[in-house]
């Protein structure tokens, strides 16, 4: 299991290579829940999304004949745009490979960046042609099932508990392989031990919640629209630390998602990918059940969704 002393060290190590998000109470969204809400705003990270921690805290960890013979990451999306421009930042070579699925702007970003961009004809292909270029001696930058990775994305949650003002009762946190939340409950649990822990995914991305009702990671079919929560599976090391510090993960419809975009933009005057923007319909769901008191966190994870992606989505939905 991933520990504060964990964290806290990686910290440390990538604080001059990314940025500390800003921690804010928002009252627009308190406003629009009936709940007082602080957000972390990791859509404002390098590369637009929280990946940067993890792959920076990767990155730094390699040998000198591991930076030699590059990196190698499959991606739906913003864990490829992050390690495409960390790894460029600190002169190594990456490869990403992702499904043709990703979305057009994160496949332009990776190409950007300087990295080599392979493409699948879905996630699972991604995963096998990764394993392939592994055992060529590639060093995988694992999106999730690191621990190194997972610390990385823990100072996530030790800059919330640090950071927010007042008392968080309940922290939401979006859910693709667990990466994020893992780190996040580890920090939380640390250093705001009252605080419960959330999960959020989109359905046709239940890879976690699907673990949790077996018992441990087993593969699902992938249809969301979110690719960048759409994971195959979870990790048994990130099943574990949701098994063992999240209270529940909820699972909303993709329209939904698409909505909590709009009311972001509208509400919190910031522009969130589906991702985050999935996290306003499970507060709601969230309050209904903890009821008065409750004092929300939301951990708004990227925002690396174009205008036009969103409201074509948008459009797709009815939404307004």
């Not at 190590?13 to 957000?39: F, Y």
């Not at 990270?45 to 040998?63: D, E, I």
């Not at 009762?169 to 693709?176: A, F, K, R, Y």
Request: glycine content about 12%.
């Amino acid at each position: 299991m991933i520990g504060i002393t964990d964290i806290e060290q990686q910290a440390g190590l990538i604080a001059g290579h990314v940025v500390r998000t800003p921690t804010l109470p928002s009252p627009g969204l308190s406003a629009l829940l009936g709940a007082p809400v602080t957000v972390k705003l990791e859509l404002l990270q390098r590369t637009g999304s929280f990946k940067a921690r993890g792959a920076t805290a990767k990155l730094l960890s390699l040998s000198a004949a591991e930076r030699a013979a590059g990196v190698v990451a499959v991606s739906g999306g913003n864990h490829g745009i992050a390690l495409a421009h960390m790894a460029a930042a600190l002169d190594v070579k990456a490869t990403v490979v992702m499904p043709r699925s990703a979305p057009a702007r994160s496949v332009e970003l990776v190409e950007a960046a300087g990295a080599t961009l392979r493409l699948t004809d879905d996630m699972d292909g991604a995963f096998s042609l990764v394993r392939r270029l592994r055992d060529k001696g590639l060093t995988l930058v694992h999106p999730f099932d690191d621990p190194l990775v997972i610390a990385g994305q823990g100072t996530v949650g030790s800059e919330l508990a640090e950071d927010a003002d007042g008392e968080l009762t309940d922290v939401l946190v979006s859910v693709g392989g667990g990466g994020l939340i893992a780190g996040v409950a580890a920090a939380l649990r640390a250093r705001r031990p009252g605080v419960r822990v959330w999960g959020v995914e989109t359905e046709g991305a239940e890879a976690m919640s699907r673990a949790l009702a077996a018992g441990g990671p087993v593969p699902v079919a992938l249809s969301s629209l979110v690719t960048t929560l759409s994971a195959p599976a979870v990790s048994q090391l990130t099943y574990d630390h949701v098994a063992a510090l999240v209270t529940e993960v909820l699972v909303v419809p993709d329209r939904e998602a698409v909505q909590g975009c709009l009311d972001l933009a509208d509400h919190a005057k910031v522009w969130g990918e589906p991702a985050a923007g999935c996290l306003l319909p499970a507060a709601r769901r969230v309050l209904e059940r903890v009821g008065d008191g409750c004092r929300l966190g939301l951990v708004v994870c990227g925002g690396n969704a174009t205008t036009a992606d969103v409201m074509a989505w948008a459009g797709r939905f009815g939404l307004r």
